[in-house]
């Protein structure tokens, strides 16, 4: 049983473009959502989350967005950046701590 | 880097052998969480120890077990290892339990565990 969906197993896009990043997800008790960076050969960073009591959270070049009527939240990436290339995390949590992931989308950004 | 350390890094066995996964979390943290990553996977929660005891439990099979230890780092113990155990094991530190407000993990480089 898949709570959190991340349909989209790859995307490429070219540098300074938008990246756009979209996950699903089934429980109506998460509250807390977040999107991880994962490099190969490391452990998952953090990178932005929102809370279910916003729809719009913004830091720097990342973006996320919640819309709790359709369970779904998206991230944003303007502009997109080379270094931006990575396999991203969406991840929800309901009340207590553990984290739901994803299976992750893989972000390429052409130079 | 973190400050979440995991050894070791790497880990080849056969199956039907036993392991141990070792983690130390930040300094200060007392929550230290296990997740598995299967190939083309996301990471799966397996438990979660805050300050020496159990707090929460996932999907984790009953080969396996965890403790958390008096200087709050914890050990991931894998028993009569099958092929699908191989895996990327990934442990986590924050500062509280969590509850009714979120606390921030930070995440260790992982141990790939190969069970040949």
């Known amino acids: 049983d898949q709570q959190v969906k991340q349909n989209s197993p790859s995307l490429s896009v070219q540098e300074g473009r938008i990246s756009i990043l979209n996950c699903d997800y089934t429980n109506s008790m998460f509250d807390y959502f977040l999107w991880y960076k994962k490099y190969p050969a490391e452990g998952p960073t953090f990178l932005i989350s929102i809370s279910s009591i916003k729809d719009k959270n913004e830091d720097g070049r990342f973006t996320v967005f919640l819309n709790k009527s359709a369970k779904h939240l998206s991230l944003h990436i303007v502009p997109s950046q080379p270094g931006d290339s990575a396999v991203y995390f969406c991840a929800a949590s309901g009340y207590g701590n553990k984290l739901v992931f994803g299976a992750g989308t893989i972000l390429r950004v052409k130079s | 880097d973190s400050g979440v350390t995991q050894t070791p890094k790497h880990l080849i066995t056969a199956t039907g052998q036993r392991v141990t996964l070792r983690c130390s979390p930040r300094?200060?943290?007392?929550?230290v969480y296990w997740y598995q990553q299967s190939l083309d996977q996301g990471l799966q929660f397996l438990i979660q120890y805050y300050n020496g005891e159990e707090r929460a439990k996932g999907n984790i099979l009953e080969r396996f077990s965890a403790q958390q230890f008096p200087d709050l780092h914890s050990e991931l113990n894998l028993s009569s290892l099958e092929l699908g155990d191989s895996a990327l094991y990934f442990c986590?530190?924050?500062?509280?339990?969590?509850?009714?407000?979120?606390?921030?993990?930070?995440f260790g480089p992982g141990t790939r565990l190969t069970v040949l």
């Open positions: 986590a530190s924050s500062v509280g339990a969590g509850g009714t407000s979120y606390n921030e993990q930070f």
């Open positions: 300094s200060g943290d007392l929550s």
